[in-house]
């Protein structure tokens, strides 16, 4: 299943199972979604669940967060996340901080979910990771699938519940940022018989190990993951065993599951798409340091981010400006002491 229709699935799912749950946003309806995502909920639910929008973040971002401050459960998408900085007072502040200031009296369940990250060939305006801003923020629960079945049991869990078992589950009133990637709309990847039920939740929190390994540990998100898999299997070559991390949550953050694997590997790698500074990636390192990982690491950790620059447009600075999978295993490497 691609990931685009993993993410409709769940959205299709969940409003069969719950009336109060809408969608609203530029071209969600009519058009099916600028990338497709919302394809055929429409005509399957009808216009005042599947909501076309002007073209005013603010304005339909505060529109899902008082929708959800009064009982309703909305899904608010936008075109892409670097169009929601003309929406981050509604984020931060009204959605992110309200629960709270009530006194746990007024939840606010709503999800701000679209690509996040660079895309390819759309300027420096368009190419931001918005991973780190979001995931400084108190209230908020950020997420940030990888593959197909991320996608789906994420956005199920992060519309809607917290899981505690499959039969038992309630409701998350917190909002959520949910974190895609453009490039990986039309990729492929196999979804179990767990995956395919309707019940198929994936706890926000947790990160998964994809590969298990015994040298180094690669930790990353979003379309990150795919290079540090691709990397993972060139170190392998070399007789190297990485050990690689798909965050998938990012606010929470499972640094339990970092620090058991480097506490084995000794060695750490952080891999993103977002600017160096004051990134994941930076917050990773930190935890670590300040835990008692430090003590097992037998060199600095690294890591591997977008070029600490505004995007270029020309496609030959584009993709100097980006993490590859060469780059990963030459930091890999550097870890290992074993680069020239």
């Given at each position: 299943?691609?990931?685009?229709?993993?993410?409709?699935?769940?959205?299709?799912?969940?409003?069969?199972?719950?009336?109060?749950?809408?969608?609203?946003?530029?071209?969600?309806?009519?058009?099916?979604?600028?990338?497709?995502?919302?394809?055929?909920?429409?005509?399957?639910?009808?216009?005042?669940?599947?909501?076309?929008?002007?073209?005013?973040?603010?304005?339909?971002?505060?529109?899902?967060?008082?929708?959800?401050m009064q009982g309703l459960r909305p899904i608010?998408?936008?075109?892409?996340?670097?169009?929601?900085?003309?929406?981050?007072?509604?984020?931060?502040?009204?959605?992110?901080?309200?629960?709270?200031?009530?006194?746990?009296?007024?939840?606010?369940?709503?999800?701000?979910?679209?690509?996040?990250?660079?895309?390819?060939?759309?300027?420096?305006?368009?190419?931001?990771?918005?991973?780190?801003?979001?995931?400084?923020?108190?209230?908020?629960?950020?997420?940030?699938?990888?593959?197909?079945?991320?996608?789906?049991?994420?956005?199920?869990?992060?519309?809607?519940?917290?899981?505690?078992?499959?039969?038992?589950?309630?409701?998350?009133?917190?909002?959520?940022?949910?974190?895609?990637?453009?490039?990986?709309?039309?990729?492929?990847?196999?979804?179990?018989?767990?995956?395919?039920?309707?019940?198929?939740?994936?706890?926000?929190?947790?990160?998964?190990?994809?590969?298990?390994?015994?040298?180094?540990?690669?930790?990353?998100?979003?379309?990150?993951?795919?290079?540090?898999?691709?990397?993972?299997?060139?170190?392998?070559?070399?007789?190297?065993?990485?050990?690689?991390?798909?965050?998938?949550?990012?606010?929470?953050?499972?640094?339990?599951?970092?620090?058991?694997?480097?506490?084995?590997?000794?060695?750490?790698?952080?891999?993103?798409?977002?600017?160096?500074?004051?990134?994941?990636?930076?917050?990773?390192?930190?935890?670590?340091?300040?835990?008692?990982?430090?003590?097992?690491?037998?060199?600095?950790?690294?890591?591997?981010?977008?070029?600490?620059?505004?995007?270029?447009?020309?496609?030959?600075?584009?993709?100097?400006?980006?993490?590859?999978?060469?780059?990963?295993?030459?930091?890999?490497?550097?870890?290992?002491?074993?680069?020239?």
């Amino acid at each position: 299943m691609i990931v685009r229709d993993a993410l409709n699935v769940a959205m299709d799912e969940e409003m069969a199972r719950d009336e109060s749950v809408f969608i609203l946003g530029e071209e969600v309806a009519r058009y099916n979604g600028a990338y497709k995502v919302t394809k055929g909920l429409m005509d399957k639910f009808g216009e005042k669940r599947v909501v076309d929008t002007p073209i005013t973040e603010m304005g339909f971002a505060g529109l899902a967060v008082g929708a959800a401050m009064q009982g309703l459960r909305p899904i608010c998408e936008f075109m892409t996340f670097n169009f929601a900085m003309q929406a981050i007072d509604q984020i931060v502040n009204s959605a992110g901080k309200t629960y709270y200031m009530s006194g746990g009296n007024v939840p606010c369940p709503v999800v701000f979910r679209g690509p996040n990250g660079a895309a390819a060939g759309v300027g420096a305006q368009h190419s931001q990771d918005y991973a780190a801003w979001y995931g400084s923020i108190p209230g908020l629960k950020v997420v940030s699938p990888w593959s197909s079945e991320d996608c789906k049991g994420l956005l199920k869990a992060g519309n809607f519940f917290l899981t505690h078992s499959s039969s038992s589950a309630i409701r998350d009133p917190n909002p959520v940022v949910f974190l895609e990637n453009e490039m990986m709309y039309g990729v492929s990847f196999p979804m179990s018989q767990e995956a395919m039920s309707d019940n198929f939740l994936i706890p926000i929190g947790k990160c998964k190990v994809e590969r298990e390994g015994s040298d180094v540990t690669i930790v990353a998100h979003s379309k990150m993951v795919t290079h540090s898999l691709e990397a993972a299997d060139a170190l392998a070559k070399e007789g190297v065993k990485a050990e690689v991390i798909n965050l998938r949550s990012i606010r929470p953050l499972d640094i339990d599951t970092i620090i058991k694997s480097v506490k084995k590997t000794n060695r750490l790698v952080i891999v993103e798409g977002g600017f160096p500074a004051f990134g994941v990636g930076s917050e990773i390192c930190a935890q670590i340091v300040e835990s008692e990982a430090f003590d097992y690491l037998d060199a600095p950790v690294e890591r591997v981010t977008g070029a600490d620059v505004p995007t270029p447009y020309a496609t030959n600075l584009e993709a100097l400006a980006f993490p590859d999978t060469p780059v990963i295993v030459k930091v890999a490497k550097r870890a290992l002491y074993r680069t020239n």
